[in-house]
């Protein structure tokens, strides 16, 4: 191929995928495999890191392959990553020492109690990182692999152990072990990096008791992380755009300016807005994070964050253990014959309720259940659940914020649902835009290796090249609407209790 091309390595919580993303900004093509999710125990997720490098790997040489390019083909790489998800290895094998602790894991709960209980140390971490103290980050995960793994405390204070999120291992192997890095978006989730200062922090680093010299020195996302140099796969491409996932999304929605927001409906949903230079503090319990820059970015760019923990996750449930439907897309259609949910609300809190709320102990529940409630009740009221979990965030973060959200920009595998895409104009009252291209994340690690080598000028050419996006406005009455919030304030409430 004479066309030259930019390669996003798009690596999720359970599957890795390449994309291969042109001049135009077009998917082109992905390659995607799935890894094991590891249970050792009620609470416990992991994975095996090797097992998630060989499926990036692996997606990316079968691309290469079927396309038949070379390193003069592509013009750089990007990486977007599950966030939070823990690995420690020795530098000197490249092995792991553990599985790693994925974002999901609750192991460390006891630990982040203990470390962090104290309300005082509890705004230190606050005010520093813009995070609300909780084992879904990275620092309480790293204590415990030096802590539970035989020799790991001692060998990590001798120098002799790395540390690293899903993207700066990455970035470690296909560099030939070259580059430690990691870019501020990933950094500013592991609650130990200040985000006000740019740099990581010796006294939350002493609270956790994690050496420096583990910590992978942090880079601009759209930059240079040096260039391939690993068996198989074409040398000299550079990586020159990094980010984590959500974040990654919020740079592929196109939120450069102030006050735009993306939701992603995944497993769970993320709900961002690009707060610009400015560091808002969240009263609503949000979190703040610090956005993806374009290069030559002239001051830190931030974002509020909330987090769903069981959004699309409901609808898996739903298939898998209940058996109502057969696939997720059929949720859609089985829901769309009845013109209301009964009465019925899912409140799908089974691993405790996320922001606003964040109540951990938080089990889920299914009120308003009668003799007439038949299974197209409960998978249109599991759908609800999710618009109105995204509802609450989005409440919280115009608190926040201030202002607005006029347009929410939406994306991932379940925003295709055209029924759950009505419902939550409704709810919210709002405008929702859809892009053509709902896979944001990998799109927004392609835009930042793509203005980082130069394939792309700048983000105005990639704002021109959006194409028209499906657009969702509210029908419903407001009156309506707002009888069907109050039902779910009144389910969330039992669910708390």
Known sequence: MSER?????????????????????????????????????????????????????????????????????????????????TIVWDPSTGQPIANAIVWQCRRTADLVQRLCGNPSVARTIRSKTG????????????????????????????????????????????????????????????????IHEGMWDDELLE????????????????????????????????????????QASLFGQCCFAPGQAKNTYGTGCFLLMNTGEEAVDSANQLVTTIAASAPNARHTEYALEGSVFVGGAVMQWVRDELGLIHTAAESESLAATVPNTGGVYVVPAFTGLGAPWWEADARGTICGITRGTNRAHLVRAALESIAYQVSDLVRAMEADAGRPIDVLNVDGGASANNLLMQFQADILDRKLHRPQNIETTALGAAYLAGLGCGFWKDTEELVAMRANDDVFTATMDREQAEELLYGWAKAVKRTIA
Request: hydrophobic residues 40%.
């Open 131 to 194: 995070l609300l103290p909780d084992a879904y980050f990275s620092a309480s995960k790293i204590a415990w692999l030096l802590d539970n793994i035989p020799g790991a405390r001692e060998r990590a204070e001798a120098g002799e152990l790395l540390f690293g999120t899903v993207d700066t291992y990455l970035i470690w192997v296909l560099t030939g072990g070259l580059v430690h890095a990691t870019d501020p978006t990933n950094a500013s989730r592991t609650m130990l990096y200040n």
């Open 5 to 85: 091309f930019v390669i996003a390595l798009d690596q999720g919580t359970t599957s890795s995928r390449a994309v291969l993303v042109d001049h135009d900004a077009q998917m082109v093509d992905f390659v995607q495999r799935p890894f094991t999710q590891i249970y050792p125990q009620p609470g416990w997720v992991e994975h095996n890191p090797q097992e998630i490098l060989f499926s990036q790997l692996g997606s990316l040489t079968e691309l290469l392959a079927r396309h038949n390019l070379s390193e003069k083909d592509i013009a750089g790489i990007g990486i977007d990553n599950q966030r939070e998800t």
């Open 207 to 246: 609270l956790f008791n994690v050496p420096k010299s583990m910590m992978p020195e942090v880079r601009p996302s759209s930059g240079s992380f040096g260039e391939t140099s690993y068996p198989g796969v074409p040398a000299g491409i550079p990586i020159c755009g990094v980010a984590g996932d959500q």
